[in-house]
């Protein structure tokens, strides 16, 4: 047997740690001497091991204590199977739990570049209604229904676009022009700063929507808002529409003039 000290020492835990074990009934000593050392058999050595290793992958010291009261060794390792099993599949919703969270903090974070703080009650409105949709990846896709008026090929296109909330590149470099499109907004949508904003952004949304202009011109149109309705896609309300529309349409009038 070896004494309290030597057991935390070989353990790597404080004897604090093990005085605790102690008073909740989960660990205890095999033998209390007349002066108060605190000796372990292998036994309990043994039980300690179980008991850190269940520590680490995330039980409480309680389910811990429940796992470890069967005393018949067949029994206990089908208990030991269906605990860990049952382990596994909560750390798996807690990890979907936190990939949706990350994707609604990326959505946020999105949403205030593009339309500051002022009306992140729409993106409350969004995440709100997106709760019971199941996340795919790191995002929540866009979905399309039966009555769409994309056709399968148009639609296998429009699911590869970035939506607001996802980590990758494409999403990176529309937010980077979308940004600058705000801050122009109060601008003349004809002036050389526009014009040359206008040209990326039409070049990285046919890039987008693989070359096809129509496509791009059909989407455009579903999701722009009615007078007074809510933006279909965070960012995207009328007025920001309209001069983005009026910045793409000069800047196309005036690269078909060059071209003739």
Known sequence: ????????????????????YEQIALLQPTLISENGYRYYDAKAILRLQ??????????TLEQIKGLLENKHSAQEDDNWIASLNEQIELIEQKKEELSRK??????????????????LQDLTHIISAMNNRPLSGEIIPAEFTEDSPFTAKETGILQHLPVLGSNNR???ELLDILEQAVRLKSSSPYSPEAQHLAGRLYDKALELFEGDAKLLDKYWEQIRPADGAEPVVMGMDRAFMSFVD?????????RKGEQT
């Open 102 to 119: 990350q994707y609604y903090l990326r959505s946020t974070i999105h949403a205030i570049r593009l339309k500051g703080t002022e009306n």
């Open 170 to 172: 494409q999403m990176e």
């Open 246 to 254: 009026e910045m793409i349409r000069y800047y196309l009038h005036t």
């Open 1 to 20: 047997m070896i004494r309290i000290g030597e057991l935390a020492k070989t353990a790597n835990i404080s004897k604090r740690t093990l005085y605790h």
């Open 50 to 59: 179980k008991i850190l290793l269940l520590k680490s992958v995330g039980y």
